[in-house]
């Protein structure tokens, strides 16, 4: 299944024919769930990035790690997905949140799931309904696995066989500003390409060939190639971006978070090595 669908395609589609999911999430603040209830897509149901898309924060997994697989196949039961369902997820922030869900229910196995193109803004744009009545989900039956789509783990960064992609904003990935994590800087080694290069003035993803074109000139097109981020979110936007055009990304999960976390672990600014 093709990754992204528009608001026409799903208006055609009928919103009751599919499972929607509203994955509004903000770093930094805690009222997605508040936005949702002030406006959603007829039918939609609220999945809370933080509790049921991440799990328990230790000391080496990152701000935000994977739930553990038994947790979410609850959670995704919950929100009525079946093994048959066609899931819809979406955001207000250019799907930076929604690809978190779409990324995980494709690691659990669940094929049948797309990103809302330009989420609850291009829904309204197409004419689309709002609603502030609270979804209702009959419990679902999916049975899930886990470990579908390519992940990296911090001792496998050094044996990469394509490139590494650093998804966080470029100021970040210089070292010259570091607002949320302890150490500034980037991996050694690893490519910036900020995850907003990934969308239009619309907050819709580029055209297919626009997105290869990019991933190609950073060496990204080959197998072996992973993106980071801050915590593993908007870096599954960058798998998102890549699976549009048709290219397949590992995700490194803890990513900058956990991998500051070992004091060992060496780090780059601007040009400069250096160890923590």
Known sequence: MIPLISARELAALGEKQCVLLDVRWTLGRDDGAQQYALGHIPSALFVDLERELSGAVGEHTGRHPLPLPADFEAAARRWGINDDSHVVVYDDSGALAAARAWWLLRHAGFEQVQVLDGGLEAWKQAGGEVSTELGQARAGTVSLSWGRMPVVEFDELDSLSGVLIDSRATVRYLGIQ?????????????????????????????????????????????????????????????????????????LYPGSWSEYCSYPQAPVATNDEKHRN
């Open 178 to 250: 570091e607002p949320v994590d302890p150490v500034a800087g980037h991996i050694p080694g690893a490519l910036n390409r900020p995850t907003t290069d990934n969308l239009d003035e619309q907050a819709r993803f580029y055209r297919p060939e626009v997105l290869q074109a990019a991933f190609e000139k950073l060496g990204a097109v080959q197998g072996g190639s992973a993106a980071y981020c801050g915590s593993g979110i908007t870096a599954a936007h960058q798998v998102l971006a890549a699976a549009s055009a048709g290219i397949e990304l590992g």
